[in-house]
């Protein structure tokens, strides 16, 4: 999943989007070019498009600020509970917390109550509570609502070009990256789920004819 140019100061934004790179990547890179190195992918990767596209450096500030507090026990948790700056964090003692509230043994963090926690520290939400985190586990389980994000894309993304990658059929083409970014985009903008299947090698064959190997 590395077959990318090296990184450039001169590539556009564009181009840099158009390849898959490593979190570790992005840190080294973001650090070469005095950048913030700290956040998470999609936060890494919003530094580095905004410095290709001229942004100057004391304009790029880091997009949430990680504040050293006291961490609160289990029972000093409530729905009601501050999510910004009250000593909370997706911790053991919060996962006490969430299964004695949802009177469950075993209690698992969703994926999107991370994002949300980092969400309220990149935008200092100081109305956001343990309620908010409640709901979502709550839609999650539901099957309500899928929690759609800058953060949540590149998961996507993610998922997308491994499975590409892995189907045999992506050895027929030139440069596997360039094809299956092609073929997101083709996905991302169109009804149904953001999920690689085989199909769209033929359906969209025409936009990634450029890439295919010749014939042996």
Known sequence: MNEHPKF????????????????????????QNKLPTFGTKAELTSYLVAFLNGVPLSKIKIARKVTRQKSLKAC??????????????LNNEARQFFSNYFHTAQFSFKKVMAIKLREVQRTKDVTADVADLINLYLDVQNHKKSFNNAEEGTYQWNNFGKDFCKDPQSANY?????????LWQKVKLGRGTKQYK????????TAIQNYLLPSK
């Not at 501050?82 to 909370?88: K, V």
């Not at 085989?198 to 064959?205: A, C, E, M, N, Q």
């Open 8 to 31: 450039s100061n001169t590539m556009s934004a564009h181009e840099f989007l158009e390849h898959y790179w490593y979190k570790t990547e992005l840190q080294t890179i973001c650090r």
């Open 198 to 205: 085989p199909i769209l090698i033929h359906r969209y064959s």
């Open 174 to 182: 030139s440069n596997k990256l360039k094809v299956a970014a092609i």
């Open 76 to 89: 000093e948790i409530t729905p009601k509970t501050r999510l910004l700056d009250s000593g909370f964090s």
